[in-house]
């Protein structure tokens, strides 16, 4: 109440922060207004005059409203120009709107700019980018696909270039002197996921200064933000390489798995059919129908959507009835009646948790003979059993423990393949969760629709989709470097974004990115119907429904655009509309390459399309001619919002054969009469911001138009999220035919409460991936400021001898720490690591040293002059210099992959530290830093052990014997063959080869003095 007080008394902060901006807008304009005396060489002038003040001491805020003066008129005289854009030859027509202009502040101070589809953010952005980039730094926009970055670096780089910038476009194909390039250049267009990969190859792959692309994180926009920030934030980006050994059995156990699905498949069938029968029998016993609906809950816990089941549960009273059994099972009153239940089917799912587990009846039919398959073995007590053997002898104990070693990793690996086939058979879903193309699983991005080629599921469920399949299985990947999209943009001096739909989110943009949320408002009034959603018992109904309405907009030659939430419905109600004879366009995954060119046609007279929800974000639609039977004037009236009423004026605007009554008001003319572009949803997405996404497709630039989404209680979010308000409302279904629907707001805001419980468990799980990311983000960037500092360095040497010095510095005090204060230290422990790792002679005279600080000088100095000696006076300085570059590089990245290796292992094993009353990420964060510790100090000795063992091949050279060299002329005859008599290799025919030197063998010791066997040595090499 105090809040609402509050707000009617001083406004919103959004509505403040407008007002703030208002004389910021006027400035801008009234400057404008006087560049049009200007000459283009005087206007262009400008943008050095403007570097010239920013080098002087001024800020980009001090010069903003005349830079963004600047653009403006820019854009004024390149209208009429046209311009080549993705093949396409497209007249500029665009100036910037006053709400274009506080869009374009807002997004210089770091804030998401949220605007309507069809307000021109595309045009919002040119304005703060001009600006950075004066600066000297590459500034960035992100968009979501690599058509959208051509397509604006192309179209807005006309602006750019009219004013003296340079533009670039980074593209999924480029090689890295290209990317370089673009780079290089004032501002760049490009996807997230080019971006990052663009920094994990830089940071944590380039081996030379040369092969790093990006420049610098000074300012980036994010087109789409909320569909970057928040849908993509999940997964991380990840650079993996094959796996140095494949120890898979998916092909293997997919036979035994497929069976298992197939047997569970046939008893929920018995039991869905037993209950049914029991239920519809009036005669039937209570006992009888308590046990029917156990056995219907046995079929919901094994398939949630067996068809069976779905047709029972749109009967309310069977709903109530497996409702509260499934209470029941789960009450603490029941303990262990849960666990009963689920060893009488094979096994059971949870959707919510994406998670399916094997009963025990499951595991007997798998293993029969094997009643420990699933057991693992307590490796540490097994290995005290045998070091406590005295029947063992010591190779006896390292032969058992290798044998006891490969069982448990086999016995491992069997029980991680099947948990997996199992999560691919019972929770993913063909054309839904992924397609199959050119013998490929390809994932398909839940929110957008879009395929992801490249990309793979984690922890071999890839692998498994693929044997479910038949397809090719690919080998294991390792991890060789990721980040988060989190900690990726998190990086950016600033950070900036525009959306259509961010306010939902506004919570998460600034708990996790420091992200302000500014709401602009419209050029013109929204003029779109929102009608109330349609609810139906099935999803048949709901299609139905969905295809008559889709028909009669077609009769009038309203356009419509049917979003989807998966392929498989897109392509189902693609056969249907083919039934009835209607033209349309499909687009959804497996037709994305075409997604701006159907999407922009999507408003033409009497179209039908049907795409993913998310498609064609960035397209902007434009009504064809007659789907709009209001004038243009009656449009471009900025005062006629939908709650306005129509004059005697505005309704001779209006080509309709019978003119509504005047006082009608705008919303219910459009309500009574629609036109323009008619949304249509077949159903509720997890979050409502998709949904906002979906219904602002329609009514741009206060053109008229319509939405309404189809429900059906079989829809997954009623399924798992609505469950405790579906059954009142059904309580009203009694007595309703087939075909009828059930339409309230009230119906509206339980669906939307539905979808907030979504958004909380959505942000729970992307919170929690950035907590542990944060502790692997700290030694990531460790890791990579130690490799940059190794990559550019002038003198990879002195970083050499920094290495040898912390690792000798080290050992030294270590030994002085554990000699106590009077004793003298024992060197015997520093003494064999030193002759380990430095193939040198220490002096003892060394070791009288007092002082642990001396000492350890003493040791590095004749670590330095070994050095020198056996190396340096060997090597080309240059080469040499190179070599140790490599050494520390190839070092640190392959230890660093190895920990990348264990932390995924330390993520995973954690986890079940919960039984123990304790947090996984505490555990992690704890674990991972003694890792890591451990990591750093082994990058030290590797480094100090390869150092004097790594040579050139011409060091190699130097060490045989000079060979007795000759020069010899081959005389050629006239047809250009050899002389008579002689061989190709140049010796007379017929003349034996004799060997002056007895032929050493290859089990015999290397002549060269090094005391290995000549294969092992100078022999390995010819």
């Known amino acids: 109440m105090i809040g609402w007080i509050m707000k009617k008394i001083f406004g919103t902060r959004n509505a403040r922060v407008l007002k703030s901006m208002t004389p910021l807008v006027e400035r801008i304009n009234e400057l404008a207004e006087s560049y049009k005396s200007l000459t283009d060489e005087q206007l262009c ?33 390149l209208c009429g120009r046209s311009a080549e854009v993705t093949g396409h030859t497209l007249v500029w027509d665009m100036v910037p709107f006053d709400v274009q202009l506080v869009g374009g502040i807002a997004l210089h101070r770091g804030c998401i700019a949220e605007m309507a589809t069809g307000e021109g953010k595309t045009l919002v952005a040119t304005m703060p980018l001009y600006l950075n980039a004066l600066t000297g730094k590459n500034c960035q926009l992100v968009t979501v696909n690599d058509y959208l970055a051509r397509r604006d670096s192309e179209w807005m780089g006309t602006v750019f270039r009219f004013l003296g910038l340079t533009v670039g476009c980074i593209q999924n194909e480029m090689r890295p002197a290209e990317r370089r390039e673009q780079y290089a250049r004032d501002i760049t267009y490009g996807t997230n996921s080019e971006f990052g990969f663009d920094y994990l190859r830089d940071m944590g792959m380039a081996m030379s200064p040369e092969e790093m692309v990006q420049r610098d994180y000074f300012f980036a926009i994010i087109d789409e933000i909320d569909s970057i920030l928040i849908d993509e934030a999940r997964t991380p980006l990840i650079i993996s390489g094959p796996a140095s050994v494949s120890t898979h059995r998916y092909d293997q156990l997919k036979p035994l798995v497929a069976e298992l699905f197939r047997k569970q498949s046939m008893l929920s069938n018995r039991l869905a059919n037993e209950a049914k029968a029991t239920l519809e029998d009036g005669t039937a016993s209570e006992a009888a129908r308590e046990e029917a609906y156990l056995n219907l809950v046995k079929v919901k816990m094994t398939m949630p959507k067996h068809r069976a089941l779905m047709r029972l549960l749109e009967e309310p009273a069977a709903r109530r009835g497996i409702e509260r059994k499934e209470a029941e099972i789960h009450s603490d009153n029941n303990r262990g009646l849960l666990q009963q239940v689920k060893e009488t089917v094979y096994f059971s799912m949870d959707e919510r948790s994406n998670e399916a587990d094997l009963s025990e009846m499951g595991r007997k039919f798998l293993r029969p003979d094997d009643p420990d398959a699933f057991v693992i073995p307590d490796l540490a007590t097994l290995f005290s059993e045998i070091d406590s053997d005295e029947a063992l002898d010591d190779a006896g104990r390292l032969e058992r423990r290798t044998q006891v070693q490969a069982q448990f990793e086999t016995q491992n690996e069997s029980i991680h393949n099947i948990s997996q086939l199992l999560r691919a058979y019972c929770l993913f879903e063909k054309d839904v969760h992924y397609v199959v193309q050119d013998n490929k699983v390809i994932i398909v991005d839940e929110f957008t629709g879009r395929p992801m080629p490249g990309r793979r599921f984690s922890e071999g469920l890839h692998q498994a989709l693929e044997a479910k399949e038949d397809v090719t299985i690919e080998r294991e990947t390792q991890t060789l470097a990721t980040i988060t999209i989190q900690n990726y943009f998190r990086m950016y001096e600033k950070l900036a974004g525009m959306t259509g739909t961010a306010e939902t989110e506004a919570t998460e943009f600034k708990e996790i990115y420091k992200l302000d949320v500014l709401v602009v408002p419209t050029n013109r009034p929204c003029r779109r119907v929102d009608a109330d959603d349609r609810v139906y018992k099935t999803t048949r109904e709901k299609y139905n429904a969905i295809i008559e309405e889709v028909a009669e907009c077609n009769r009038h030659g309203q356009p419509v655009l049917v979003g ?33 060119e159907i999407v922009a046609r999507a408003g033409q007279p009497g179209a039908v399309t049907i795409a993913t929800n998310m498609a064609g974000r960035g397209t902007d639609i434009k009504l064809g001619p007659g789907v709009v039977y209001t004038d243009r004037k009656l449009i471009e009236n900025k005062g006629k919002s939908l709650q306005s009423a129509l004059t005697e004026q505005d309704l001779q605007l209006l080509s309709l054969p019978e003119k509504p009554a005047a006082g009608t008001t705008f919303g219910q003319l459009l309500a009574e009469h629609p036109c323009g572009l008619h949304v249509i949803g077949s159903a509720r997405h997890d979050a409502r911001r998709i949904d906002r996404q979906l219904r602002g497709r329609c009514a741009r630039q206060g053109d008229p138009g319509s939405s309404r989404f189809y429900v059906s209680l079989e829809d997954n979010l009623m399924r798992l999220f609505g469950s405790d308000r579906i059954t009142g409302f059904m309580e009203k279904w009694v007595g309703l035919e087939e075909g009828e629907d059930l339409s309230h707001r009230w119906l509206n805001r339980s669906i939307e409460q539905a979808q907030r419980r979504v958004e909380q468990q959505h942000f729970a799980i992307r919170k929690r991936t950035l907590q542990y990311d944060d502790v692997m983000n700290n030694q990531r960037t460790e890791i990579y400021r130690l490799r940059r500092q190794i990559l550019t360095c002038e003198n990879p040497r002195e970083m050499v001898f920094d290495f040898v010095f912390t690792a000798i510095a080290d050992r030294v005090e270590n030994a002085f720490e554990q000699a106590g204060r009077r004793e003298r230290p024992d060197f015997a422990a520093l003494r064999e690591w030193l002759t380990r790792t430095f193939p040198i002679g220490f002096a003892p005279a060394i070791f009288d040293e007092a002082d642990p600080q001396a000492l350890s000088e003493a040791l590095v100095a004749e670590v330095d002059r070994a050095y020198a000696t056996m190396k340096e006076a060997h090597e080309q300085a240059t080469v040499l210099r190179e070599l140790e570059r490599l050494v520390m590089l ?13 932390m995924d292992d330390l993520r995973q094993g954690v986890q079940l ?3 123990g009353q304790r947090d996984p990420l505490v555990e992690y964060k704890q674990e991972a830093y003694g890792l890591f510790a451990e990591l750093m100090e082994t990058i030290k000795e590797d480094i100090c052990n390869s150092v004097f063992r790594v040579h050139t091949v011409a060091t190699y050279e130097s060490m045989f014997p000079p060979q007795h060299q000759r020069t010899e002329h081959t005389q050629l005859e006239q047809f250009g063959g050899l002389a008579e008599g002689e061989a190709p290799d140049g010796h007379l025919q017929g003349v034996t080869i004799r060997r002056h030197e007895a032929k050493v063998g290859r089990n015999d010791p290397c002549p060269c003095g090094s005391g290995q066997k000549y294969k092992k040595c100078c022999g390995r090499f010819g």
């Open 890 to 902: 190839q070092t640190l990245d392959k230890l660093y992959q190895e920990h990348l290796y264990g």
């Open 913 to 915: 530290r919960t039984y």
């Open 45 to 77: 002038a400008h943008t050095d005059a403007f570097r010239a003040r920013l080098q002087n001491g001024e800020t980009t805020d001090d010069i903003m409203c005349e830079a963004y003066a600047t653009v403006k008129d820019a854009c004024r005289r």
């Open 564 to 596: 989807t939430v998966s392929v498989d419905v897109s392509e189902i109600l693609s056969r249907m509309l083919q039934r009835r004879n209607i033209p349309h366009s499909v687009l959804n995954a497996k037709q994305h390459q075409r997604e701006a």
